[in-house]
């Protein structure tokens, strides 16, 4: 992670930030037997206790609650009519549609109450409330809502139809009990203005703490709130890239994401000067050596690779000096 | 008009699995109201109000999922309240659900609390790499790993006494049919001989990931003098501390001792070790019992792990300790602190079935959450309070 | 029930907050003004509980290092919804109801320019048959604002002039995004967004905090001359379900209000993120042209997501703390196209309803 390009100096660091996943939904059987019938290119709808009949089928009543059963979905038209409509002038990633389109409401032949689905058209000017409109399937249908790519205006509608469509592809003749979503956002992380400076003084090999002016205890990295006092951290306090393990594990547990290969330590370092300790990693001695109390010191990264982060120390190792005393640690676990 | 009686006239909960893929998230969060409704033998017509708690909406992909799920929960209309205090959500969303009716504001509130985490990886959401900051090396267990070290160096407690728990747990869990894990073969030996995790954390002294729904009812004293065997609220408590501050004890944090003594007085409690017939306790790893034991006051500082060595603890013990197998056993994050919750109200209905405590009068449920700062308990009894 | 009373008010809003998601710098010198105003310190509060959301930050637990700010040692009795802080007043209003406390602050806070505020909104719809079309949150609302629009309920000038209002009234205050004067015909001069909705019909993308000072009788009064004694305090959802929901209608609006005495409202402050959604909630309210409605400018002049509810709610008291109001409304949303809704209204004189 670095820091995105100073082109107006800006008082703290920001680097990009993503959140992806690709969600594993189970459906239930309603909403399983919808999707297993978008593979087919058919549309099942529910039909509720006060006679509606609504797509995509609900799982519970809305009236009694109750639970709706998959054997009673009803089929309905793959053609509709539009309630309302907006034109999306400007499209977000994920969007059935990459150009300008129309999200709608369409209230499908033989339906009473209407989907939320994408239809594409040339303009605002080729939309109107009340106007018919035709799903456009996917070729390779999946039991999934993106199954039904958009609607267009009917007497435009290509791709499969309704009609045209196979009883079930017969390599899957499960009925689909799962979907799969990609969740996938993008952030600008941006630090607080005390930890930027710490950043910014790691970049150049410093470790720069700073005091709470209410306790008086030295805080690394410094905080926009000491957590004791609600008030920001202020006197800068340069620390030494050496101290003591307070406590620690051995990792041995693989998991997503992991860098390092296990066994490793995990340990909690407390520098000398500073008033807390903070996570990093301990190498250069078997995992098992390790000790609560023991003196390390920062092994850095070469400079060639520093950045404004923590990482520029690539783990702390042991000085080989005797271990401290319990007491001198014991608040601090 | 002063603070009103409540009292939990219902419970439900699903069966807890690492994948529930049968049910949808709307599917399985019904599951354990449709239980905690017929139990209360209450319609969704007669309650006023519905308080949802789950952990990070990460781990669903959904922002603010009590949102959609308003149409399965039969909310439309209703107030609706969403809580999230990390781990120790479930639990706060019971408090949150019992304060609607303490302030005489509601009297029927249905409380429901949920994590489907087989949608994602709890590991994965909740160690997205913060920019400039180490990435955390460890995942959740090691986190708690290195407190764990802290408290067998501090207490100088035998290295086997996360294996006794462990074993316990797991034990209790086969007589308690919602439970995820239920092996037989989980005993003190296997659990010694499992591997060492995030030392000193072995594998079967962590709990598991599962997907799951606990659902409580609670009313109003009303509503819960008809019921047969109402679970009287006698406090409630939340108590919040830094997640990490200069020299702050991550052992036995003091949001925790000053929750419980601020419980025990509101229920009148002197000596809870005497008072208390059994306690479900928020336990995701096995250490924690002999540390929420001191955290509790059960025992003194550096001795809770004397209590857990003499089988106190068991089920048959003095003080029986997460007689449903615990976190231990069924772990759906958002939902765990509400099942603490509510097995202490199993207890004192005499629900509990096969893991019911002989005359359990008055049961401690506890939750915590974060790096063990956020912490939410109540205490029930078969009794009205005085 | 007690008599509860807003006595501090303090918030910030801005395009762009340079800082990190959980905005602690922020609500440090937020609470120093309410210690300010109120002559209170930490330890005069008996209960703390913010609203904000993990989504807007990015991260899992945002909530958790903004308690920073409060200095949580000695701990403290602190709770949290995953929704606007004005569903936490709510929540720490009750709890001032059950007797246990007498005092409680309350916080929002969100930095919605973090990520792509509409796109990450789509989130919260329906995971299984909406969210994977991304539909945003402009063109949710835009659905609705056409629907009333066809239905004859309002028209683009309505809408525009909404706007004017808003940017004509923010420029009396000085925590507006956007504000000054302008007119209709320049605003429908603008080219469409989310046809039928203009930028200028949604509330900018707004990063920002607030927090209030809630306490019982006695304890009101003695912190602050006027204090706005909340008088009605309700809240209810509508299911989401876009296929079953009129969406052109906010029946939890109306339900909440059937259990509230609105007449003689002076001020409404009414959390509308959209023009159209200010004319559907004095529908909804029943509100006549006698009632001054979002005198601060309202969401259109900023609208710092998980705080703008709370924001209302402010600034709906402050016009009983300053002397221009005697009953005011303040009103919340929550979820897409004002699914969920919240009332508190409040006034000079409380209800007797004691200490």
């Known amino acids: 992670m670095t820091a995105t390009s100073d082109t107006t100096p800006s008082r703290v ?11 594993t939904r189970s459906t239930g059987l309603v909403l399983g037997a919808f999707m297993t019938g978008l593979r087919e290119r058919r549309i099942l709808a529910a039909r509720t206790s006060d006679g509606r009949v609504v797509v995509p089928p609900v799982e519970y009543d809305p009236v009694t609650h109750a639970a709706v059963s998959a054997d009673d979905l009803v089929e309905v038209g793959a053609t509709g009519t539009v309630v309302t409509w907006t034109w999306v002038s400007e499209p977000v990633p994920g969007q059935p549609l990459d150009e300008p389109f129309a999200f709608a409401l369409v209230t499908l032949d033989g339906a009473t109450a209407p989907m939320l689905h994408a239809v594409k058209a040339d303009g605002p000017q080729s939309l109107q409330t009340g106007m018919q409109v035709s799903a456009v399937w996917s070729d390779q249908p999946q039991g999934h809502i993106t199954d039904i790519q958009y609607f267009e205006p009917t007497g435009e509608a290509r791709g499969g139809s309704p009609a045209a469509a196979s009883a079930g592809s017969p390599d899957a003749p499960e009925g689909v009990t799962q979907v799969i979503t990609p969740v996938e956002l993008d952030y600008i992380y941006e630090a607080s203005p005390e930890e930027s400076a710490f950043f910014r003084a790691i970049a150049e090999g410093r470790l720069v703490g700073q005091r709470c002016p209410k306790c008086q205890k030295v805080y690394i990295p410094p905080r926009g709130a000491c957590p004791v006092d609600g008030v920001p951290t202020a006197e800068e306090v340069e620390l030494p890239d050496s101290g003591i393990v307070t406590t620690f594990c051995i990792v041995n547990v693989p998991f997503l994401g992991q860098k390092i290969k296990p066994p490793y330590v995990s340990a909690y370092i407390l520098l000398e000067g500073a008033d807390i300790a903070f996570l990093h990693l301990i190498l250069g001695i ?19 690779e520093w950045g404004t982060t923590v990482e520029n120390i690539s783990h702390f190792e042991p000085t080989g000096e005797p271990d401290a005393d319990y007491e001198s640690y014991r608040a601090h676990l | 008009m002063g603070k009103q009686l409540a ?89 949150v659900a019992a304060s609607l009716v303490q302030s005489g504001v509601h009297r029927r509130v249905l409380a429901v609390a949920f994590e489907k985490q087989s949608e994602s990886n709890a590991m994965w959401a909740l160690s997205i790499p913060v920019p400039f900051i180490m990435p955390v090396h460890a995942g959740a267990g090691g986190y708690f790993a290195p407190h764990v070290r802290s408290y067998i160096r501090r207490s100088g407690a035998p290295v086997h006494i996360g294996a006794m728990v462990a074993a316990k747990d797991r034990q209790n869990a086969l007589k308690n049919e919602y439970a995820h894990l239920r092996n037989p073969d989980t005993t003190f030996e296997s659990v010694m001989a499992s591997q060492m995790l995030w030392d000193p954390i072995r594998y079967d002294e962590t709990c598991p990931s599962s997907d799951g729904a606990c659902a409580v009812v609670i009313a109003d004293e009303d509503t819960a003098a008809a019921s047969p065997n109402p679970a009287w609220i006698h406090g409630t408590v939340m108590r919040t501390e830094p997640t990490t501050a200069a020299e702050r004890d991550q052992v036995n944090p003091q949001a925790g001792r000053e929750a419980a003594a601020a419980i025990y007085k509101q229920a009148g409690i002197t000596d809870p070790l005497t008072e208390i017939d059994c306690a479900e306790i928020y336990v995701p790893f096995s250490w924690f019992e002999p540390m929420w034991l001191e955290n509790l006051g059960f025992a003194a500082e550096g001795s809770g792990w004397k209590l857990t060595e003499s089988g106190a603890t068991a089920l048959d013990g003095e003080l029986p300790v997460n007689m449903s197998g615990g976190v231990l056993s069924s772990n759906p994050i958002g939902a765990s602190g509400m099942i603490r919750f509510a097995e202490a109200a199993l207890q004192v209905r005499g629900a509990a079935g096969e893991h019911q405590v002989p005359d359990a009068r008055r049961a401690l449920g506890h939750a915590y959450g974060g790096g063990s700062q956020f912490f939410a308990m109540w205490i029930v009894g078969a009794d009205r309070p005085a | 029930m007690r008599d509860v009373a807003v006595v501090g008010f303090a918030q910030r809003q801005m395009s762009h907050f340079d800082g990190s998601p959980t905005m602690v710098e922020l609500l440090v010198p937020l609470f120093a003004e309410l210690w300010e105003q109120t002559g209170w310190s930490k330890d005069d509060i008996g209960f703390w509980c913010s609203g904000s959301s993990d989504y807007l930050a990015g991260r899992s637990f945002s909530f958790v290092s903004a308690v920073d700010a409060i200095g949580t040692l000695p701990p403290v009795n602190e709770s949290h919804v995953e929704m606007d802080a004005a569903w936490a007043l709510y929540e720490a209003w009750v709890k001032i109801q059950t007797g246990e406390v007498d005092a409680a602050l309350v916080y929002g806070f969100g930095k919605s320019s973090a990520g792509l505020l509409r796109r990450v909104l789509a989130l919260q719809l329906d995971p299984y048959v909406l969210t994977p079309l991304w539909p945003d949150t402009v063109s949710i609302a835009a659905l609705q604002a056409r629907l009333g629009l066809e239905a004859g309920r309002w028209s683009e000038e309505d809408l525009a002039a909404v706007v004017a209002g808003s940017r004509s009234a923010a420029t009396a205050n000085p925590y507006a995004l956007l504000s000054g004067e302008t007119s209709v015909d320049k605003l429908l001069a603008e080219p469409m967004f989310s046809d039928p909705l203009r930028k200028h019909d949604c509330a900018p993308v707004t990063d920002g905090a607030a927090a209030i000072v809630i306490a019982a009788g006695d304890r009101a009064r003695s912190v602050c001359e006027r204090p706005a004694w909340i008088t009605g305090y309700e809240h209810r959802t509508d299911g989401q379900n876009l296929s079953l929901r009129d969406l052109s209608r906010a029946p939890s609006v109306a339900g909440a209000a059937s259990r509230l005495d609105l007449a003689g409202v002076d001020v409404a402050e009414l959390h509308a993120p959209f023009s159209h959604q200010e004319l559907l909630l004095r529908e909804e309210l029943g509100l006549d042209d006698s009632v001054s409605v979002n005198p601060s400018g309202g969401p259109l002049a900023g609208n710092p997501m998980f705080s703008a509810g709370l924001i209302r709610i402010g600034e709906a008291a402050r016009r009983i703390q300053d002397g221009t109001a005697g009953k005011v409304l303040a009103h919340a949303t929550s979820g897409p196209a004002l699914q969920q809704n919240l009332l508190c209204v409040m006034s000079g004189t409380s209800t007797g309803g004691g200490n």
């Open chain 1, 13 to 23: 660091l920001s680097a990009p930030l993503q959140v992806a996943f690709d969600y």
């Open chain 1, 286 to 304: 078997p995992a098992d050596e390790v000790r609560m109390g023991m003196k390390v010191r920062a092994v850095w990264k070469p400079r060639e």
């Open chain 2, 7 to 95: 009292a939990v006239v219902g419970v439900g909960q699903t069966h807890y699995r690492a994948k529930r893929e049968d049910v949808s998230m709307p599917g399985l969060l019904r599951e354990a109201v449709d239980r905690a409704m017929a139990d209360a033998n209450v319609g969704f017509d007669d309650l006023d109000a519905i308080v949802v708690g789950k952990a990070p909406d990460l781990f669903e992909g959904v922002m603010m999922p009590e949102l959609f799920l308003s149409d399965a929960l039969g909310a439309a209309g209703k107030p609706l309240l969403r809580v999230h205090t990390a781990g120790s959500v479930g639990g706060s969303t019971a408090n």
